[in-house]
């Protein structure tokens, strides 16, 4: 009947034009059509007058509101990547929220509901490689209100049996105990009686019966192997083929030196509340190393430069990426014009994008560009270790775990907590005088920070 209404309506619609409209509701059903007179076998519509006696039918917008949702903007650098479902069919999805998520080769894209509905179909399937414009989804936009309705008057419903014990009022509470002490009166005539064998027959039961030896076998003994196979991530796939091209482009090598962090940890102990009062953000060592970087940069323009074919490429600023490791993988955002950065600035810039890496919200433009790289892997504790060089880069500066060691200083034996830094550099740009020479610019501003404060 709805369909004839409906059928009726349309036609309606172009033979007698527009008119002063409401909205018709029947019970347990959305808005579906719009009208200006109420039919018999609906009561709950609401009515306006007609125009001039004219009756006038349209239909709703609201009927069977469908979206498709097709792939998000991608980057100029991206073309394709994998669909990964985070909703299923029949799920109800608020306006804006993520539904899935595209993995590519540097980021991850959030596919996002445009409104507020019913996920009803999805037009690829979970791992599928995905291109620009791809229709990816539908959803039914008065969906969510649809099982809201439908939902409702269920509720009602569960009230109906317990009305069949009306006659007898104060019965059905006792009826409702009398069903559990039938169940043990059929087992034995005390109640109490069979239930406390109950309890203890199960015991004895399992070691008559080789029955476990199902349980055990999936616990894996001791002897057992087994392997599982899984696909690689779009990133991880990336990551590798950019580390084999490192190592298989750049002549790599790497020369190391180690840090006394005595007058660094004083200076971040002196004054690490205040700052944290000024600026709200708390004072680390990163911030040290890559000031001190900055400016062996500038002084040493051929770590901060490239090979491009058979050219050179010297840049005046610098960008420096910090290696961040995420459950998805390596990334490494960049932090620009670090030169005429404060302390503050750096810290500032280092916690913006260490939460975008963490939340998965890094854009490509955040990972983009870069002249040099620190990684700091002393924060997993490691002692020492090689960097690999983030090309087309020509350097990278690698921290390592703080640890209290013996050192000669003045002629005596003291304990100091020292840090292994290492640089691993392009041979065919850059030679060893300048590498080494470079390092050592780092070593004496991070141990004595204020030869960065004079200029010196």
Known sequence: QLYFIQSNLRAAMYRFGRCSLGIARAPNLRPLVSTCRVF????????????????????SPLLFDIKTIETPTFPDSVSEGDIQWVKEVGDAVEEDEVIGEIETDKTTLPVQSPAAGVLTELLVADGDTISKGTLLAKIDVGGAGA????SSPAAPEAPAPTAEPVAPPPVPEPA??????AIPTSLGTPPPIPTAPLSVTPPPLPPATPSPAVPT?????????????????????RIADRLKEAQN???????????DMTNIMALRNKHKDDFLKKHGIKLGFMSAFLKASAQGLTEMPEVNAFIDEKEIIYRDYVDISVAVATPKGLVVPVLRNVEAMSYADIEKGLT???????????????????????????????LYGTPIINLPQSAILGM???????????????????MYVALTYDHRLIDGREAVTFLKRVKSAVEDPAILLLDL
């Open 40 to 59: 018999p076998k609906y009561q709950n519509h609401h009515v306006n007058k007609s125009v001039n006696g004219t009756r006038c039918y349209r239909i």
């Open 147 to 150: 099982s809201s309705e439908t």
């Open 176 to 181: 409702a105990a009398s069903p559990p002490e």
């Open 217 to 237: 076998g999936e616990a894996k003994p001791p002897g057992m192997r087994s392997e599982n196979r899984v696909k690689m991530s779009r990133m991880r796939l």
């Open 249 to 259: 482009t750049a002549a790599m090598l790497t020369t190391f030196n180690e840090i």
């Open 352 to 382: 913006a994008l260490g939460k975008k890496a963490r939340d998965g919200n890094l854009a490509i433009e955040d990972m983009d560009g870069g002249t040099f790289t620190v990684s700091n892997g002393g924060v997993f504790g490691s």
């Open 400 to 418: 390592h775990a703080i640890q209290d060691r013996p050192v000669a200083l003045n002629g005596n034996v003291v304990i100091r907590p020292m």
